[in-house]
């Protein structure tokens, strides 16, 4: 469970500074990297999976709660 939350916040790091590039450059990096084509639609649904894993792990294990 550990590995898996390293790896989908690594992922949704990527994923936000991907889309911080596209706001404020107006390029998008994996496009650039890799083309257009199945690649970069892999590594998008592989970031919109890790952020969904993201959402689940802050709502399951309350990793910001108060400790009293």
Known sequence: MKITSIIS??????????????????????TMLLGSGVVPRIIYVLVGLAGL????????????????
């Open 9 to 30: 916040i690594v992922l949704v790091i990527v994923g936000a500074l991907v889309w911080l590039a596209v706001g404020i450059f107006g390029v998008n990096p994996i």
């Open 53 to 68: 894993w993201t959402i689940f792990f802050a709502i399951m294990y309350k990793p910001f709660r108060r400790i009293n």
